[in-house]
């Protein structure tokens, strides 16, 4: 009895150090912002009222101010990065539909925090459910931490999956809107801008890509950078082969209007393909639930009267 205590009461204790030592640091060091904050308004003579004096002295607007102070610094330091992996997230989180340019410093953070989070969380949890072993208990609080890292990437990568869905929805009525402005007689630039507006109820994201497409245009880039630019922020292959098709016309001399409608009907006989091969693969998906709920329920609902008269006897 006295060494199961023991063994119990030493992991609390190592737990309860732990969160004295953080909540010691965490209380030193806005004891310090808070002081360095004191100093520097006296020092550059600023007026402020008691009410509003009061609030930026509160622990809250320290803590936001510290908060913001992490995020510009590590904001700083990722755009001044050029790295493969750098360009990537950025890549990533643009075509989540995320286009700030703190959020690749804001994915970090997010990292580090749930991974702390979640490894803190692991290390006072598992003692109460009796994971006492030294092996197995450091084992799950890496394991808990891992989670917490990669978290905020399968978040991402679902977002992602979101918008592209979204996207591909959305491009074949964008390329009949287009067939129609451009049979319309409006030009390529002014084509784009009616298609975003026609777009925001029902694809806002697709509509903001095409509307920032169009702005590079405004801002002189060429029609083929812009929808270059555009078919690597949807992260579609139907846009970067589009990109291709107003160009190659451009360089040929010829209708854009009958490129874009046959493109236009390529991509509904895409979508339609789409929809058959799901339609064609329900029958195989629907086979594991069937075989899992429905024919044990009819086997016991044959079988049963059986074994029943079987076991009494009355046949």
């Not at 309860?16 to 030193?28: D, E, M, P, Q, Y």
């Not at 169009?214 to 555009?230: C, F, P, V």
Request: glycine share 8%; net charge positive.
């Amino acid at each position: 009895m006295d060494l199961t205590s023991n063994s119990f009461g030493m992991p609390t204790m190592l737990s309860v150090l732990v969160f004295l030592a953080v909540g010691t640091l965490a209380f030193a060091v806005m004891v310090g912002m808070r002081a360095r904050e004191a100093v520097r308004r006296r020092a550059a003579g600023v007026r402020v009222d008691d009410e509003e004096s009061g609030g930026r002295r509160s622990l809250r607007y320290s803590g936001l101010r510290a908060a913001q102070k992490l995020v510009d610094y590590t904001a700083k330091h990722y755009s001044s990065a050029d790295t493969k992996d750098a360009k990537v997230l950025r890549q990533r989180l643009v075509r989540a539909g995320i286009y700030d340019s703190r959020a690749p410093a804001v994915f970090f953070l997010a990292r580090v925090v749930c991974a702390v989070t979640f490894g803190f969380a692991a290390f006072f949890v598992l003692p109460m459910l009796g994971f006492n072993g030294k092996g197995t208990f450091w084992v799950m609080v890496l394991c808990g931490a891992l989670a917490g890292y990669l978290g905020p990437s399968i978040y991402l990568d679902k977002l992602i999956k979101k918008k592209r869905l979204e996207h591909q929805s959305g491009f074949p009525d964008f390329m009949d809107l287009l067939v129609v402005c451009a049979d319309a007689g409006l030009s390529m630039e002014a084509s784009l801008d009616r298609v975003a507006r026609e777009l925001g109820d029902s694809y806002p994201s697709l509509s903001a890509n095409i509307h920032m497409a169009n702005l590079e245009i405004r801002a002189g880039r060429t029609m083929t950078e812009s929808l270059e630019h555009l078919g690597d922020r949807l992260g579609l292959e139907e846009a970067r082969s589009f990109s291709t098709l107003i160009q190659q016309s451009d360089e040929l001399g010829s209708s854009i209007g009958d490129a874009l409608r046959v493109y236009s009907e390529d991509m509904r006989h895409k979508r339609l393909s789409r929809a058959e091969e799901k339609a064609y693969a329900l029958p195989a998906k629907l086979t594991v639930p069937m075989m899992v709920c429905i024919f044990p329920t009819l086997f016991v609902v044959i079988l049963l009267p059986v074994i029943v008269r079987m076991v009494t006897g009355n046949w």
